[in-house]
Protein backbone atom coordinates (compact mmCIF):
# COMPACT_ATOMS: atom_id res chain seq x y z
CA UNK A 1 0.00 0.00 0.00
CA UNK A 2 1.46 3.65 -1.20
CA UNK A 3 2.46 5.57 2.47
CA UNK A 4 -0.89 6.51 3.37
CA UNK A 5 -2.55 7.06 7.45
CA UNK A 6 -5.72 7.67 8.90
CA UNK A 7 -6.47 8.04 11.74
CA UNK A 8 -8.08 7.32 14.28
CA UNK A 9 -9.38 4.43 12.63
CA UNK A 10 -12.81 4.13 14.07
CA UNK A 11 -14.60 7.06 16.32
CA UNK A 12 -17.69 7.19 17.59
CA UNK A 13 -19.14 10.77 18.80
CA UNK A 14 -22.11 12.94 19.76
CA UNK A 15 -24.08 15.09 17.90
CA UNK A 16 -22.72 18.28 17.99
CA UNK A 17 -18.97 17.80 19.08
CA UNK A 18 -16.03 18.51 16.61
CA UNK A 19 -14.34 15.96 15.21
CA UNK A 20 -11.45 16.07 13.43
CA UNK A 21 -10.04 12.83 11.05
CA UNK A 22 -6.36 13.16 10.09
CA UNK A 23 -4.53 11.58 6.75
CA UNK A 24 -0.83 11.38 6.75
CA UNK A 25 1.21 10.25 3.65
CA UNK A 26 5.04 9.46 3.15
CA UNK A 27 5.10 9.78 -0.72
CA UNK A 28 5.55 13.21 -1.07
CA UNK A 29 2.23 13.48 -3.39
CA UNK A 30 1.15 17.17 -4.53
CA UNK A 31 -2.91 16.31 -4.67
CA UNK A 32 -4.99 15.06 -1.41
CA UNK A 33 -8.50 14.07 -0.91
CA UNK A 34 -11.18 13.59 1.68
CA UNK A 35 -13.69 11.14 0.53
CA UNK A 36 -16.76 10.01 2.42
CA UNK A 37 -18.82 6.13 1.17
CA UNK A 38 -21.98 5.44 1.55
CA UNK A 39 -24.35 2.78 0.42
CA UNK A 40 -25.95 3.85 -2.77
CA UNK A 41 -23.73 6.71 -3.12
CA UNK A 42 -20.53 5.40 -4.06
CA UNK A 43 -17.47 7.74 -2.75
CA UNK A 44 -18.10 11.29 -3.06
CA UNK A 45 -15.61 13.89 -2.96
CA UNK A 46 -15.58 16.43 0.36
CA UNK A 47 -12.82 18.23 -0.20
CA UNK A 48 -9.35 17.89 -1.99
CA UNK A 49 -5.91 19.99 -1.80
CA UNK A 50 -3.91 20.81 -4.85
CA UNK A 51 -1.08 21.70 -2.38
CA UNK A 52 0.05 23.01 0.85
CA UNK A 53 -2.80 25.58 1.84
CA UNK A 54 -4.69 25.42 -1.53
CA UNK A 55 -7.94 23.33 -1.22
CA UNK A 56 -11.08 23.59 -3.02
CA UNK A 57 -14.63 21.92 -1.94
CA UNK A 58 -15.99 18.74 -3.74
CA UNK A 59 -19.61 17.45 -4.16
CA UNK A 60 -20.32 17.66 -0.34
CA UNK A 61 -18.66 19.92 1.49
CA UNK A 62 -21.41 21.54 3.47
CA UNK A 63 -20.70 21.15 7.04
CA UNK A 64 -16.95 20.03 6.80
CA UNK A 65 -13.65 21.97 6.56
CA UNK A 66 -10.29 21.19 5.61
CA UNK A 67 -6.58 22.28 6.30
CA UNK A 68 -3.14 21.62 4.72
CA UNK A 69 -0.82 23.31 6.38
CA UNK A 70 2.32 20.65 5.16
CA UNK A 71 2.33 18.46 1.85
CA UNK A 72 2.51 15.26 4.28
CA UNK A 73 -1.25 16.17 6.65
CA UNK A 74 -4.78 16.57 5.45
CA UNK A 75 -6.91 17.51 8.08
CA UNK A 76 -10.74 17.16 7.52
CA UNK A 77 -12.96 18.64 10.54
CA UNK A 78 -16.37 18.32 11.41
CA UNK A 79 -17.74 21.19 13.18
CA UNK A 80 -20.22 20.02 14.66
CA UNK A 81 -21.18 16.43 13.61
CA UNK A 82 -24.72 15.34 12.98
CA UNK A 83 -25.88 12.13 12.74
CA UNK A 84 -25.71 12.06 8.62
CA UNK A 85 -22.03 12.81 8.93
CA UNK A 86 -22.39 8.68 10.05
CA UNK A 87 -20.12 7.28 7.33
CA UNK A 88 -16.82 5.56 6.09
CA UNK A 89 -13.97 8.22 5.50
CA UNK A 90 -11.66 7.54 2.80
CA UNK A 91 -8.31 10.10 2.53
CA UNK A 92 -6.51 9.65 -1.28
CA UNK A 93 -3.49 11.03 -2.43
CA UNK A 94 -2.58 11.65 -6.06
CA UNK A 95 0.24 12.76 -8.78
CA UNK A 96 -1.41 15.12 -11.42
CA UNK A 97 -3.26 13.03 -13.97
CA UNK A 98 -2.11 9.50 -11.71
CA UNK A 99 -4.15 7.20 -10.42
CA UNK A 100 -5.58 7.59 -7.27
CA UNK A 101 -4.21 5.82 -3.69
CA UNK A 102 -6.14 5.28 -0.68
CA UNK A 103 -6.08 4.85 2.89
CA UNK A 104 -8.01 2.53 4.83
CA UNK A 105 -10.44 4.52 6.04
CA UNK A 106 -12.12 5.57 8.83
CA UNK A 107 -15.28 4.44 10.28
CA UNK A 108 -17.10 7.46 12.05
CA UNK A 109 -20.31 7.06 14.31
CA UNK A 110 -22.44 10.11 15.11
CA UNK A 111 -24.68 8.75 17.62
CA UNK B 1 -20.18 19.20 -14.93
CA UNK B 2 -18.05 15.76 -14.68
CA UNK B 3 -20.12 12.96 -13.73
CA UNK B 4 -19.95 8.57 -14.08
CA UNK B 5 -23.05 6.17 -14.24
CA UNK B 6 -22.59 3.35 -13.27
CA UNK B 7 -26.03 1.69 -14.32
CA UNK B 8 -26.40 -1.74 -12.35
CA UNK B 9 -26.06 -1.76 -8.89
CA UNK B 10 -25.55 -5.69 -8.76
CA UNK B 11 -24.12 -8.31 -11.56
CA UNK B 12 -24.14 -11.57 -11.16
CA UNK B 13 -21.77 -14.16 -13.23
CA UNK B 14 -20.97 -17.31 -12.91
CA UNK B 15 -17.05 -18.73 -12.57
CA UNK B 16 -15.45 -18.95 -15.72
CA UNK B 17 -17.87 -17.30 -17.86
CA UNK B 18 -16.97 -13.55 -19.28
CA UNK B 19 -17.91 -10.64 -16.90
CA UNK B 20 -18.92 -7.11 -17.85
CA UNK B 21 -19.24 -4.32 -15.37
CA UNK B 22 -20.68 -0.58 -16.98
CA UNK B 23 -19.50 2.70 -16.90
CA UNK B 24 -20.68 5.97 -19.03
CA UNK B 25 -19.23 9.61 -18.10
CA UNK B 26 -19.80 12.88 -18.88
CA UNK B 27 -17.36 15.40 -18.94
CA UNK B 28 -16.10 18.33 -20.75
CA UNK B 29 -12.73 17.82 -23.04
CA UNK B 30 -10.80 14.36 -22.87
CA UNK B 31 -11.22 12.04 -19.97
CA UNK B 32 -8.99 9.84 -18.05
CA UNK B 33 -10.83 7.26 -16.95
CA UNK B 34 -10.22 4.75 -13.94
CA UNK B 35 -11.27 1.68 -12.74
CA UNK B 36 -10.87 0.38 -8.23
CA UNK B 37 -11.78 -2.41 -6.65
CA UNK B 38 -13.06 -2.97 -3.01
CA UNK B 39 -12.92 -6.15 -1.31
CA UNK B 40 -14.95 -6.32 1.76
CA UNK B 41 -13.91 -4.10 4.79
CA UNK B 42 -10.41 -2.64 2.54
CA UNK B 43 -9.82 0.16 1.26
CA UNK B 44 -9.77 0.95 -2.61
CA UNK B 45 -7.29 -0.05 -5.33
CA UNK B 46 -6.68 0.79 -8.27
CA UNK B 47 -7.41 -1.48 -11.59
CA UNK B 48 -6.80 0.51 -14.39
CA UNK B 49 -6.75 3.77 -16.35
CA UNK B 50 -7.56 5.06 -19.68
CA UNK B 51 -5.46 8.28 -20.54
CA UNK B 52 -5.04 8.64 -24.11
CA UNK B 53 -3.99 5.91 -26.93
CA UNK B 54 -5.20 2.04 -27.60
CA UNK B 55 -9.22 2.23 -26.81
CA UNK B 56 -8.81 -1.15 -25.30
CA UNK B 57 -6.88 -1.21 -21.80
CA UNK B 58 -5.32 -3.93 -19.47
CA UNK B 59 -4.98 -3.92 -16.10
CA UNK B 60 -4.22 -5.89 -12.53
CA UNK B 61 -5.87 -9.45 -12.27
CA UNK B 62 -6.71 -10.01 -15.61
CA UNK B 63 -9.04 -7.20 -16.12
CA UNK B 64 -9.37 -5.05 -18.93
CA UNK B 65 -11.42 -2.04 -20.09
CA UNK B 66 -12.66 -0.62 -23.67
CA UNK B 67 -13.26 2.65 -24.29
CA UNK B 68 -15.68 3.97 -26.39
CA UNK B 69 -15.61 8.02 -27.13
CA UNK B 70 -19.01 8.04 -29.54
CA UNK B 71 -20.59 5.96 -26.79
CA UNK B 72 -19.15 7.80 -24.12
CA UNK B 73 -18.60 4.36 -22.18
CA UNK B 74 -15.66 2.48 -20.09
CA UNK B 75 -16.92 -1.05 -19.56
CA UNK B 76 -14.79 -3.05 -17.45
CA UNK B 77 -14.61 -6.67 -18.76
CA UNK B 78 -12.69 -10.14 -17.56
CA UNK B 79 -12.33 -13.10 -19.99
CA UNK B 80 -13.43 -15.62 -17.69
CA UNK B 81 -14.51 -14.61 -14.12
CA UNK B 82 -13.00 -15.92 -10.77
CA UNK B 83 -14.96 -16.31 -7.34
CA UNK B 84 -12.54 -14.24 -6.24
CA UNK B 85 -13.52 -11.53 -8.36
CA UNK B 86 -15.97 -11.11 -6.18
CA UNK B 87 -16.13 -7.08 -5.22
CA UNK B 88 -17.45 -3.45 -5.19
CA UNK B 89 -16.38 -2.36 -8.63
CA UNK B 90 -15.76 1.55 -9.06
CA UNK B 91 -15.89 3.82 -12.23
CA UNK B 92 -13.85 6.99 -11.95
CA UNK B 93 -13.09 10.11 -14.05
CA UNK B 94 -10.99 13.39 -13.61
CA UNK B 95 -10.60 16.07 -15.64
CA UNK B 96 -9.26 18.81 -16.19
CA UNK B 97 -8.71 19.73 -12.27
CA UNK B 98 -7.59 16.65 -10.65
CA UNK B 99 -10.66 15.88 -8.99
CA UNK B 100 -11.55 12.71 -9.59
CA UNK B 101 -15.33 11.63 -9.72
CA UNK B 102 -16.69 8.32 -9.03
CA UNK B 103 -19.83 6.77 -9.54
CA UNK B 104 -21.96 4.37 -7.37
CA UNK B 105 -20.67 1.19 -7.59
CA UNK B 106 -21.25 -2.14 -8.62
CA UNK B 107 -21.28 -5.20 -6.82
CA UNK B 108 -20.09 -8.20 -8.69
CA UNK B 109 -21.03 -11.92 -7.58
CA UNK B 110 -19.45 -14.43 -8.93
CA UNK B 111 -20.74 -17.76 -8.30
CA UNK B 112 -19.01 -21.26 -8.00
Known amino acids: DAGITQSPRHKVTETGTPVTLRCHQT?????MYWYRQDPGHGLRLIHY???????DKGEVSDGYSVSRSKTEDFLLTLESATSSQTSVYFC??????????FGNGTRLTVT | AQSVAQPEDQVNVAEGNPLTVKCTYS??????LFWYVQYPNRGLQFLLK??????LVKGSYGFEAEFNKSQTSFHLKKPSALVSDSALYFC??????????FGSGTKLNVKP
Open chain 1, 92 to 101: AISERDSPLH
Open chain 1, 27 to 31: ENHRY
Open chain 1, 49 to 55: SYGVKDT
Open chain 2, 27 to 32: VSGNPY
Open chain 2, 50 to 55: YITGDN
Open chain 2, 92 to 101: AVSRPSNKFY
